[in-house]
């Protein structure tokens, strides 16, 4: 303890450079805990929007497989469309246990968002939808009253946009239709918040496109049967067949070259953190050699000195690493939302997930750069010559 509170009156002395070298630590330990929180954080919202799909594979209009995976997570991408027959091919499937057609198409309103404009995405669905994502409920409403019926049911986000409850019309410029809404889902936390659905049959009616699917969801009775089961529909020259699996691959490969720039910062603030804890403590040491000098003449070992030079490293990167950790927390918010700006695609929930196994691990880390960073001037210090270092010679 006493040479705990020694190192600490050593370092106060230069109160400037040791708050520096301090605050250089905790931006390198701030950077890695931000890099980890982003790491733990995201693969559980990612994998939180898959498991709220409800389905294991999305079948699709032959195209580019990121566009599919762009349709699948976030409701956008290439609307390509696919022959309906498909999916009766696919239905009568005895692996298949529940499958959804889907008929998505994407409109401009000019008097979206006060006059401002902006897309909307509407949706054709059957009740087979509902039979995919049961945990789905309504706010307020009901489902539609019929399968070809002029009607729409509004996720919550696209409600509270434009304002709508059960009762209101919204109108289609661009076909010159007139819909009711019947319904509107509680928050589901994915994509289907923004979007408006309609019945299938009316989607292809209103729209144009009759006998079109844009995507076909299908969850199987076993997923041992996936690798079968897409090898069987590969055969079919007109769609493309994305599983859960491959939407991962995608997602995350487009977000692997963020992750590794960001890692590359880290390991180079902390390069340059080490490097300033080792220079302050050189200085330290340096500007005490006769000091240090006394202390061995008055029977001070080597391992005395050591530690004691040892313990100086260990205190500034244990509240460097505090500090860092606090930063973190602090900022976490703030660097999720520029996060979210630059990804090509960032999944709902919260990225930054920051559990105190990970703050501990972080804070034994900042120790343990103090370690190795005091080993050298604690080490040059040790070895001083009593005589020569009284003397100023060292």
């Known amino acids: 303890m006493k040479l705990a509170i020694l190192a600490y009156k050593n370092l106060n002395r230069k109160k400037i450079r040791t708050i520096l070298t301090i605050f250089g630590v905790a931006i390198a330990v701030s950077v890695m805990v931000i890099l980890s929180g982003f790491s733990i954080g995201y693969k559980k919202a990612l994998n939180n929007d898959i498991d709220k799909m409800g389905y294991q594979v999305l079948i699709t209009a032959k195209g580019c497989p990121y566009e599919a995976a762009t349709l699948m997570l976030k409701g956008g991408g290439g609307l390509v469309y696919m022959s309906q027959d498909i999916y009766g091919k696919v239905a009568y499937d005895p692996r298949v246990d529940k499958i959804a ?158 992750r590794t720039l960001i890692s590359s910062i880290a390991l180079v603030a902390i390069f340059i953190a080490v490097i300033g804890v080792v220079d302050t403590i050189l200085m330290s040491v340096f500007e005490r050699t006769q000091e240090i000098g006394v202390m061995k003449a008055i029977g001070a070992t080597k391992f005395d000195v050591f530690r004691l030079v040892w313990m100086e490293t260990i205190i500034i990167c244990l509240i460097g690493g505090i500090a860092g950790i606090i930063i973190a927390l602090l900022g976490g918010n703030m660097v999720e939302y520029f996060i979210r700006k630059v990804l090509p695609y960032a999944p709902n929930g919260k990225l930054m997930v920051f559990n105190l196994k990970l703050l501990i691990l972080s804070l034994f880390g900042a120790i343990a750069l103090g370690l190795i960073s005091g080993v050298y001037p604690a080490f040059r210090a040790s070895v001083m010559k009593p005589i020569k270092a009284m003397r100023g010679g060292e």
């Open 101 to 258: 057609p889907q008929l998505m198409y994407t409109v401009y309103d000019d008097q979206l968002q006060n006059g401002k404009g902006g897309f909307i995405i509407y949706v054709g669905v059957d009740n087979s939808y509902i039979d995919l994502k049961p945990w789905y409920k309504f706010q307020v409403g009901n489902w539609f009253s019929d399968d070809n019926a002029d009607e729409v049911i509004m996720g919550y986000e696209s409600a509270e946009l434009e304002q709508r409850t059960v009762g209101d019309k919204i109108f289609i410029p661009k076909f010159n239709k007139v819909l009711t809404v019947v319904g509107v889902f509680e928050r589901t936390g994915t994509q289907d918040d923004g979007l408006i659905f309609i019945p299938l049959k009316s989607a292809q009616r209103i729209f144009n496109l009759s006998g079109k699917l844009s995507s076909i969801g299908v969850k199987l009775k076993d997923i041992k049967n996936l690798p079968d089961f897409e090898k069987d529909l590969y055969d079919e020259a007109s769609i493309q067949v994305v599983s859960m699996s491959q939407v991962k691959n995608t997602v995350i490969s487009l977000v692997s070259t963020t």
